[in-house]
């Protein structure tokens, strides 16, 4: 896995052909892995998807209920949003999890790192695992109209595994955990899942 085959592809040319505050869009013109040429579109966004999963002293965590505008659905997902790029991602992380929860975290862990579409944008996300939880207030941005549920943590991955949810960090984060927990990978002083 760590071979790095050459680039099939080749840029010829690029252009931006949209931009605002969240996202630049790009049009290329390629050649094809088969010899033809072509255009292929880049979203390039200008911040960095941070996620958490909080894990309380019982082995819960919380999952935030939101409609997604892009999908015209609601969803419900682990607390997450953007980050900016210049800023450390746990930073972010901390700043995420008590804007939408208002719990702050004492101890942290990186679950993982991953790529959210990767045919058609370069997004990149960093996701948390944190317990050790103390409670305040959640200040969501005017943009969020949020819904908090708070559920044991083997029932969050149950819903990972049906469908329920589906979002794509949400989803990755919860097997993840879920791999460790079967696994006795559980990171110590992490309290163990509830539910289970």
């Keep these: 896995m760590s071979d790095r085959p050459r680039n099939p592809w080749t840029t010829l040319s690029r252009r931006q052909i949209y931009d605002n505050p969240w996202l630049t869009l790009e049009e290329h013109d390629v050649r094809t892995p088969g010899g033809s040429r072509g255009i292929y579109g880049v979203v390039r966004p200008k911040g960095l998807a941070i996620g958490v999963v909080p894990v309380d002293a019982e082995g819960f965590t919380w999952l935030v209920g939101q409609w997604r505008y892009p999908l015209e659905a609601y969803s419900w ?42 045919s058609l944008s370069d997004e990149a996300a960093v996701i948390y695992l944190c317990w050790d939880l103390t409670a305040g207030e959640a200040a969501p941005e005017d943009t969020e109209d949020l819904a908090l549920r708070r559920v044991p943590l083997a029932e969050a991955f149950r819903m990972a595994r049906d469908g329920e949810i589906t979002d794509a960090m949400a989803v990755a984060a919860l097997l993840r955990l879920e791999g460790m927990a079967l696994r006795g990978e559980w990171p110590e002083g992490c309290p163990p899942p509830a539910g289970r």
């Excluded at 930073?91 to 101890?107: D, Q």
């Design 77 to 118: 997902e682990i607390p997450e949003g953007g980050g900016r790029k210049d800023v450390p991602p746990l930073e972010e992380a901390r700043r995420e999890l008590a804007e939408e929860t208002g719990l702050r975290a004492g101890r942290w862990h990186e679950l993982l790192r991953l790529h959210l579409s990767n």
